[in-house]
C-alpha cells in the first residue's frame, strides 16, 4: 500500500514545511517537494491513495508515554480495556501508548511482564510498550530490571507514595537507581511523600472531612516538592538520569529546573489536567462530584497559580513531554466506593482521547508554538522513551504514525460528543477546542477518518524499546 499525502504542513520537534509525504508500507518512504517528480513520474497517478491535506496540519502520531489500561487499584481496575483505551486514544491522534507493567510483593517481576503481554497482546488498535512497576524492590527484583531490559522494557517506575501498596523506601528506591544506572535505563518516579500524606489523610477523616475536595489538601504542595527533591538527589547519588511523572506543583518543578540548571539528567513529565483543572473548581465540585477528578498527584489551587506556571516550563523545556496517566474510573460502582472517606476514591482520570487537542488548545491560545505542541506531544516521549527515530517524527524511514489535524475544525468534549473511552462520565466535559483530528495512520494504515474508527484491534504491536540513557 503507498499513500501520498499532499498539500499539507508537515510539522516537526524543529519547523514546519510545505512537503508531501509518502508512505510505502507501514514506513515513511520519502518527503517530497510539491511539484517535483523525485522518481521520474507524478506519483499522485501511481500511489494506491492520495490524501489531500490542504489547509492541514501533517503532524507525528502522538506518543502517550503514561497511561494505565486494566490497572488494578484501589480495590477496582481501571475501566479501559487495552481495547477500549487504544481505540480511544487512536481517535484522540495517539498512535503509540507506553503502558506500565505491575509488580506488587510476591510476584517475580518477569511474570506481571508477561502478564500485561497477555492482555495487551491482539488487542491493541495502535502500538504499545511497558514501563515496569516494581512495587517490591529486594535482590531479585533487581536482577530482573537486566533481563526486562532485553526484552525492551527500559524503564522503570517507583512510588514515593501510596504506603502499603506500591510504595518503596528510599533505600529501595536508591538500590533500582543504582541498577538503573548500571543498566543504562530510565527511572521514573512518581514524587510524594506517602508517609505524611497518610498521616494527613487520617487527620482530615478524623475531622469528618470526607469530602474529595479533602483529596487535594491532604496531598499539599510540600510534599510533591519534598520528594521531588529527595528523588533529584537518591537519582545524583546512584547516577541514573530521572524522569518525574505527571508534576503538577510548580515548586517541585522549581526543583527539576534547579536541577537541570545544573547540569542533572533529571526530566519532568506533566498532563493535560494539572494544565487546565484546579482544586477549586473541580475537587471542589459540589457534593461528591469531585470525584471525577481525583488523582495522584492532586489537581492543584489556581489561586496559587501552578497552571500557569506549568505552561511556562512547558516554554522553557524543563518539562519534557506531556502524557495524560490515563488511568479511567466509572462513578457508577467505581469512584463511589470512597463517597463519604475520600481516601477509598480509586485514583486516576481517563483523558487518553484529548492530549493531541488539549495540548493544541495551548497553540491557539499563542502559549507555545506548533513546533513545540508537536515535540511534547511525539518527539520527545519517544525520544526520552527509546523509540525515536522510529516514532515521534515524520522522516524516511520512521514508522508511518501520521495524524492530520485541521486547525479549521472543532472538537466539542462530553459523552455523547467525542467521548470513546470506557467511562460513564468525562473529566474534560464541556471542553470547546478550535482544531480538530481530520486523519490518523498507524504504521501506513488509517485508523481514524474523519473522527470515525476505521482499525483493526489487532493491529497494534508491541514496541522493543532501546536504552535512551545516551539520548539525554
Ligand atoms: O491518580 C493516578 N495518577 N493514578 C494512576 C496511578 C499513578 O500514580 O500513576
Ligand atoms: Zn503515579
Ligand atoms: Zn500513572
Known amino acids: 500500500m503507498t499513500t501520498l499525502i499532499t498539500g499539507g504542513t508537515v510539522v516537526s520537534a524543529t519547523g514546519r514545511s510545505q512537503v508531501d509525504v509518502l508512505i510505502g508500507g507501514e514506513t515513511i518512504a520519502a518527503l ?68 506500565f507493567a505491575i509488580q506488587t510483593p510476591g510476584q517475580r517481576v518477569q511474570d506481571t511482564l508477561w502478564e500485561w503481554h497477555g492482555k495487551a497482546a491482539g488487542n491493541c488498535a495502535i502500538d504499545y510498550g511497558f514501563h515496569q512497576i516494581i512495587g517490591d524492590v529486594d535482590a531479585e527484583s533487581i536482577k530482573a530490571m537486566r533481563e526486562l531490559v532485553g526484552e525492551g522494557v527500559t524503564s522503570f517506575k517507583l512510588f514515593m507514595a501510596y504506603p502499603g501498596v506500591y510504595y518503596s523506601t528510599d533505600g529501595q528506591i536508591l538500590r533500582a537507581m543504582q541498577q538503573s544506572a548500571e543498566l543504562g535505563s530510565l527511572m521514573m518516579i512518581h514524587a510524594e511523600n506517602g508517609i ?16 474529595p475536595y479533602y483529596h487535594g489538601v491532604s496531598r499539599p504542595w510540600q510534599l510533591e516538592e519534598e520528594a521531588t527533591h529527595r528523588a533529584i538527589m537518591l537519582a ?74 506549568l505552561w511556562k516550563y512547558i516554554r522553557t523545556k524543563d518539562v519534557t513531554g506531556v502524557s495524560t496517566d490515563h488511568c479511567p474510573f466509572c462513578m457508577a460502582d467505581q469512584k463511589e466506593l470512597g463517597r463519604g472517606d475520600f481516601s477509598r476514591i480509586p485514583n486516576g482520570i481517563g483523558g487518553v482521547e484529548h492530549r493531541i487537542d488539549l495540548i493544541y488548545q495551548g497553540v491557539v491560545d499563542g502559549k507555545i508554538s506548533l513546533e513545540r505542541w508537536v515535540e511534547v506531544c511525539a518527539t520527545e ?40 473511552m470506557n467511562m460513564d462520565h468525562s473529566a474534560w466535559e464541556g471542553f470547546e477546542i478550535d482544531g480538530a483530528i481530520d486523519r490518523v495512520i498507524s504504521r501506513g494504515v488509517t485508523v481514524v477518518d474523519k473522527g470515525s474508527y476505521v482499525g483493526q484491534k489487532s493491529h497494534g504491536r508491541f514496541i522493543k524499546r532501546e536504552l535512551s540513557q545516551n539520548l539525554i
Not at 198 to 208: P, S, T
Not at 388 to 417: C, E, L, N, W
Request: net charge negative; aromatic share 6%.
Open 381 to 420: 516521549p519517544a525520544r526520552m522513551f527509546g523509540m525515536y527515530p522510529r516514532k515521534g517524527v515524520i522522516q524516511p524511514g520512521a514508522d508511518a504514525d501520521v495524524v492530520i489535524y485541521d486547525p479549521q475544525g472543532h472538537t466539542s468534549i462530553g459523552v455523547g460528543k467525542t467521548h470513546h
Open 196 to 211: 505524611a500524606i497518610d498521616e494527613l489523610v487520617a487527620q482530615h477523616l478524623e475531622r469528618g472531612e470526607t469530602s
Open 236 to 309: 545524583d547519588v546512584a547516577g541514573t538520569p530521572l524522569y518525574i511523572v505527571h508534576v503538577s506543583a510548580k515548586q517541585a518543578l522549581e526543583q527539576i529546573a534547579e536541577a537541570r540548571g545544573r547540569g542533572a539528567n533529571v526530566f519532568a513529565e506533566t498532563c493535560p489536567q494539572y494544565l487546565y483543572l484546579s482544586l477549586e473548581e473541580h475537587l471542589g465540585a459540589p457534593g461528591f462530584e469531585g470525584a471525577k477528578w481525583v488523582c495522584s498527584t492532586p489537581l492543584r489551587s489556581r489561586a496559587e497559580g501552578h497552571q500557569d506556571e
Open 32 to 99: 517530497i517537494e510539491p511539484g517535483t517528480q523525485p522518481f521520474g513520474t507524478d506519483l499522485r497517478v501511481v500511489v494506491d491513495e492520495v490524501i489531500d491535506a490542504t489547509g492541514k496540519y501533517v503532524i507525528p502520531g502522538g506518543v502517550d508515554a503514561h497511561t494505565h489500561m486494566e490497572m488494578p487499584f484501589g480495590g477496582t481496575t481501571a475501566s479501559d480495556t487495552f481495547e477500549t483505551g487504544t481505540r480511544a486514544a487512536a481517535l484522540g491522534g495517539t498512535t503509540t501508548i507506553v503502558d
